[in-house]
């Protein structure tokens, strides 16, 4: 079972990316978790293909808006069935979540691509914390 952040567009700010990848180096500490960043990611279905089985969580402002405990259950229920997590941001040009397993959002706030990929990975890392009991850094 693996955590994959899958990210679409370009990323204009290094700073970003290193953020990004920190918490997804952290994040490794409890199970598999990587990074994909796609040129053009349009919609779930450029994900089904590529992931077979994954379940894809896809983030748009019209999507449920959990808290961290419920971000983690999402993760905790992909562990407990054993299939890979997909959380898929779209670049500056949207990204349809038609045909997503599940549909979240991080705020009734619209956020650039680039502050959700960081605080979508930022939460990838708390859920894990969470999930396996280990005290989040401060």
Do not use: N, W
Not at 2 to 7: P, T
Not at 22 to 45: A, H, I, N, P, T
Request: net charge positive.
């Amino acid at each position: 079972m693996k955590v994959i952040l899958a990210f679409g567009g370009r990323t204009k700010l290094p700073q970003a990316r290193e953020i990004v990848e920190r918490f997804v180096k952290m994040s490794r500490r409890f199970l598999s978790c990587k990074v994909e960043y796609f040129k053009d990611l349009k919609d779930c279905d450029d994900l089904k293909s590529r992931y077979r089985g994954a379940i894809i969580v896809g983030l748009s402002p019209d999507g449920v808006e959990p808290d961290s405990e419920g971000f983690a259950e999402i993760l905790k229920e992909a562990m407990d069935s054993g299939r890979d997590i997909i959380f898929a941001v779209g670049g500056a040009e949207g990204f349809s979540v038609d045909g997503c397993a599940k549909i979240i959002s991080l705020s009734k706030m619209t956020f650039s691509h680039e502050t959700a990929r960081i605080m979508v990975a930022e939460q990838v890392f708390r859920a894990l914390c969470l999930i396996f009991g280990h005290p989040y850094p401060k």
